[in-house]
Nanobody
Framework: QVQLVESGGGLVQAGGSLRLSCAAS????????MGWFRQAPGKEREFVAG????????FSPDSVKGRFTISRDNAKNTVYLQMNGLKPEDTAVYYC?????????????????WGQGTQVTVSS
C-alpha cells in the first residue's frame, strides 16, 4: 500500500500563494502517477493537477492552468502543489492521490490511494 500525508493548507487572502506538500511512503515503486484533487462542500471531487511519476510530465485542467503547478522531489518521494493567484472559489479540501494504473487520471476513480486532505481557505 501507499501512504500519503498532505500538509501546507491554511487560510490565505485572495491573490495569495500557498504550497501544498504530499509525502508518500510504502509501496511507492508501484505508483504510475500522482494527482491533486479538491472538494468543496456540496461539490464533487475535482481534478486539479497530475504528474506522471515515471516521466515527470504534468497535466492540469484549464480552471487552474497558469496558477497551479505540480512538481516532485524524487529523492524525498514528495509531490507539491504550488498555488498562486488564489481565488475564493479555490476554497476546498485538497487531497493528494496515487494511481497504480494509467487510465482516468483526471478523475478520482483513476486513483488508488488518498491522503487525508488539507483545508485551503481563500478569503476575499
Amino acid at each position: 500500500q501507499v501512504q500519503l500525508v498532505e500538509s501546507g493548507g491554511g487560510l490565505v487572502q485572495a491573490g495569495g500563494s500557498l504550497r501544498l506538500s504530499c509525502a508518500a511512503s510504502g509501496r511507492t515503486f508501484s505508483t504510475f502517477a500522482m494527482g491533486w484533487f479538491r472538494q468543496a462542500p456540496g461539490k464533487e471531487r475535482e481534478f486539479v493537477a497530475g504528474l506522471n511519476w515515471r516521466s515527470g510530465g504534468t497535466f492540469s485542467p484549464d480552471s487552474v492552468k497558469g496558477r497551479f503547478t505540480i512538481s516532485r522531489d524524487n529523492a524525498k518521494n514528495t509531490v507539491y502543489l504550488q498555488m498562486n493567484g488564489l481565488k475564493p472559489e479555490d476554497t476546498a479540501v485538497y487531497y493528494c492521490a496515487a494511481a497504480i494504473g494509467s487510465f482516468r487520471l483526471e478523475r478520482p476513480e483513476g486513483y488508488d490511494y488518498w491522503g487525508q486532505g488539507t483545508q485551503v481557505t481563500v478569503s476575499s
